[in-house]
């Protein structure tokens, strides 16, 4: 298969062997500059940095760098490692989602500043069915399709804002759709495999708290690093 792009958050590498034998290496390119970590079969990049007292808030990463850095080291593919709240009630804490579509009614990032480039926003196929398949490996339970709502963050989202987007998504994040425009717009395959680590405000009775999300995150955190060893393994 070539090299795997991971992109993900910060427990990836508190808790993966997948990287423990790499090294960081700060990369420059025309959009900026992206720090990636480097081992044997896999190119990471911590999507909020390495150092939580520097974290990078969604609005503010640098997914055109990010993206070209990937390419630029020659990536086949690339698998984002998602943290999403739940919209509905019957897919609680603990799932795991392989996304087939996304909604954003904000503006995504795009490479193209001065030219009128017009895409069709997609997941890749090819991609998201090699999750599928790892998942099903390694007996992870989950759910083969689902809508991605983005949101720009860095604030949670409103009650009355989560009931209005239940009604047309399934899960609601920060970054995952930036991710996809962009890898398109570089003509790199991307899916994503989505944790639901909390439920939208509103859904239950108790208040939603960043310490809950928090909690969520690295109850999954070996789920995904399982289903990401999987995939490696089906690949070769």
């Not at 480097?38 to 939580?52: A, E, M, T």
């Not at 989602?97 to 500043?113: K, Q, S, Y």
């Amino acid at each position: 298969m070539g090299l795997l792009g991971v992109i993900s958050g910060t427990t990836i590498l508190e808790r993966s062997d997948l990287v423990a034998n790499s090294k960081f290496k700060l990369m420059k390119n025309e959009f900026g500059q992206a720090l990636v970590l480097l081992s044997d079969n896999i190119v990471l990049i911590l999507r909020h940095g390495n150092d939580l007292d520097s974290y990078i808030l969604p609005h503010m990463i640098n997914h055109a760098a990010n993206l070209h850095a990937l390419k630029e080291l020659g990536v086949n593919e690339v698998v984002g490692i998602n943290s999403t709240g739940s919209l509905k009630k019957d897919l609680c804490p603990g799932t795991i989602v392989i996304p087939d579509d996304f909604i954003t009614l904000c503006a995504t990032p795009t490479i193209h500043e001065n030219r009128a480039v017009h895409i069709t926003p997609a997941l890749n196929e090819k991609v998201r069915q090699k999750l599928i398949n790892a998942a099903k490996h390694c007996k992870i339970s989950t759910i083969e399709k689902g809508t991605y709502w983005q949101v720009p963050g860095p604030r949670l989202e409103t009650k009355a804002e989560i009931k209005m987007m239940s009604n047309f998504a399934d899960i609601v994040g920060m970054t995952m759709a930036s991710e996809a425009v962009v890898a398109l717009e570089l003509d790199i395959p991307y899916a994503s495999a989505c944790s639901i680590d909390n439920f939208g405000n509103g859904l239950t009775e108790q208040p939603l708290s960043m310490k809950e999300i928090t909690a969520g995150i690295r109850k999954n955190a070996d789920l995904m690093i399982s289903l990401l060893d999987s995939y490696l393994k089906i690949s070769v």
